[in-house]
């Protein structure tokens, strides 16, 4: 059974930095690239970043580029995103996708097949 776990969410103040972790059990299943997307109360899903597992190319949304770091470490099938000079607006449960084998990189929810529970991230002000 294909599996997506997320760690590392908390509350952290306007400022600070957290790091998302995600590891994708690829011996059951193949995926081509990863995503990480967000949602907030009452708002629709969206990409936040995504990354490919064989050129490590990525994308970013425009609220988060300078900011978020996506990278993957092959060798532990996960993926990570380092979040600093979080703000308050970027509070929300926070997911992991992989996409099918035959699905690169992208930050269309549509496109990935497997999805973690999510991890919620609270930045005070």
């Known amino acids: 059974q294909a599996q997506v776990l997320e760690s590392g969410g908390g509350l952290v103040q306007a400022g600070g930095s957290l790091r998302l972790s995600c590891v994708a059990s690829?011996?059951?299943?193949?995926?081509?690239?990863m995503g990480w997307f967000r949602q907030a109360p009452g708002k629709e899903r969206e990409g936040v970043a995504s990354?490919?597992?064989?050129?490590?190319?990525?994308y970013y949304a425009d609220s988060v580029k300078g900011r978020f770091t996506i990278s993957r470490d092959s060798a532990k099938n996960t993926v990570y995103l380092q979040m600093n000079s979080l703000k308050p607006e970027d509070t929300a449960v926070y997911y992991c996708a992989a996409t099918p084998p035959t699905q690169g990189a992208t930050m269309r929810k549509e496109a990935y097949t497997y999805w973690g529970q999510g991890t919620q991230v609270t930045v005070s002000s």
């Open positions: 990354i490919s597992w064989s050129t490590g190319r990525t």
């Open positions: 690829r011996r059951t299943f193949t995926t081509n690239a």
